[in-house]
């Protein structure tokens, strides 16, 4: 079966921005995450490295994929059980383990960090890969809750850095959140997003900070609902409540007036004194 890989070209996307397409993965921690991004990595073609730090966890790690691949056949090849087996197989040929993350990013287009929520550990790391990796490698942290420009202000590669938020369990949640700092350049956020996209995931792009401004009102809901199952994004759901509710919520009576959540919102505000009330009214956030 041919998968729909993706070579490593060096070209200029429509937005005149050379995007180097990714096909070699190293993927750094074969635990929940890094199991899951290997095996959706590899699925989908790409040629990847598992890293851990032993050869038991990472005979733990491919046998966590080859189960969860197990469970994605089920369905996929329900009624060609022998395409689904060669499938499996397949997909685990593409899947390599190492314990020496040295050698395991020689050839790496992409590094995805997914070790232990540590930033000292995580900054250890990629300083060292930082001296290994080739030039064009870029960097990913699947990190929860870190800043991205932390981790990145080991390395001498922040314009290569970005964050690559999976949701758990990898194989099944649709979204990735693709972050860049101030220094990620657009070629490195392109080449991310159209990593995600080859994944077959939905990404949508954050900044450092994320503010109504820095992330639009769709990826907002986006990143609700396919990253928290909500069945309405919460940008959707004050539409469809009405915004003048909304906003007398917070701005009426409270028990707790110093909570953030009761901060009076200038663009809630405007809205409302325009009459963009939400569906009530034909426009609100969103148009109808
Ligand atoms: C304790 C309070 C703390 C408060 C403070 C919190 C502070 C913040 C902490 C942040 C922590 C890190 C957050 C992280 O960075 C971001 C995240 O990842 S958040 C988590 C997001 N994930 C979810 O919300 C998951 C929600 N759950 C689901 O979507 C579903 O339950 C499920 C996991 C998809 C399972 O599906 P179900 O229908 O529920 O049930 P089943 O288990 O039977 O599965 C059905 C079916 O789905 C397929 N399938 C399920 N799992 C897999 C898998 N791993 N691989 C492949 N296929 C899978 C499969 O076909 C199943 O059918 P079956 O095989 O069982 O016949
Ligand atoms: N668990 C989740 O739901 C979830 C979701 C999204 C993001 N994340 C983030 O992903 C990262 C990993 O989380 P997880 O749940 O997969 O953790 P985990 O504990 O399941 O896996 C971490 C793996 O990293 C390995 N490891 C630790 N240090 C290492 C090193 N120096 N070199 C190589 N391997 C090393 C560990 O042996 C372990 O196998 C964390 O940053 C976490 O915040 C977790």
Redesign the pocket.
Known sequence: MAFATSQVVRGFSSSAVRNVVIKNVTIIGGGQMGAGIAQVAASTGHSVTLVDTSDDILKKSIKTIEG?LK??V??KFADKPEAGEEFIKKVVQNVSTSTDVESAVQSSDLVVEAIVENLKIKQDLFSRLDKLAPPHTIFASNT??LSISDIASSTSRQDRFGGL?F???V???KLVEVIGTPATSQETLDSLLNFSKVLRKTPVSCKVRLYVSDASKEDIDIAMKL???HPMGPLELADYIGLDIINSVIEGETKDPNNPLFNSSDLLNKLVAEGKLGRKTGEGFFKY
């Open positions: 969860s469970r994605v089920k369905k929860s809750s938020h949701f758990n369990p194989p099944m949640m990253g928290a199952g």
